[in-house]
């Protein structure tokens, strides 16, 4: 059974940072897709970062780029979220996201079949 948990999230103030982690477990990721949403109060979970399976690609929203930096561990089941420069804006529930097959589309939920619990990130202004 596919498990991703995050952890990372908390309080801090506008222009800080945090760093999310999301350990997957029951299957190897290193191959596959592993990404970031949010959601905020009232709002769709929106796309924030995606990892491609073997690293080969690494993608952002326009919105972080630039901010945020995704990575993963050399085994290929830890992919983190370094956020710097954090605004108000940023605050939302943070869900890793893992695809367990080939294709879909990295920015779009549908594009993931596993998701982790989320974790809060606030940023006071």
């Known amino acids: 059974q596919v498990q991703l948990v995050e952890s990372g999230g908390g309080l801090v103030q506008a222009g800080g940072s945090l760093r999310l982690s999301c350990a997957a477990s029951g299957r190897t990721f290193n191959t596959y897709r592993l990404g970031w949403f949010r959601q905020a109060p009232g709002k769709e979970r929106e796309f924030v970062a995606a990892?491609?399976?073997?690293?080969?690609?690494?993608y952002y929203a326009d919105s972080v780029k630039g901010r945020f930096t995704i990575s993963r561990d050399n085994t290929g089941n830890t992919v983190y979220l370094q956020m710097d420069s954090l605004k108000p804006e940023d605050t939302a529930v943070y869900y890793c996201?893992?695809?367990?097959?080939?294709?879909?589309?990295?920015?779009?939920?549908?594009?993931?079949?596993?998701w982790g619990q989320g974790t809060q990130v606030t940023v006071s202004s």
């Open positions: 990892i491609s399976g073997s690293n080969i690609n690494i």
């Open positions: 996201a893992g695809a367990t097959y080939y294709g879909g589309t990295y920015y779009r939920t549908e594009g993931y079949n596993h």
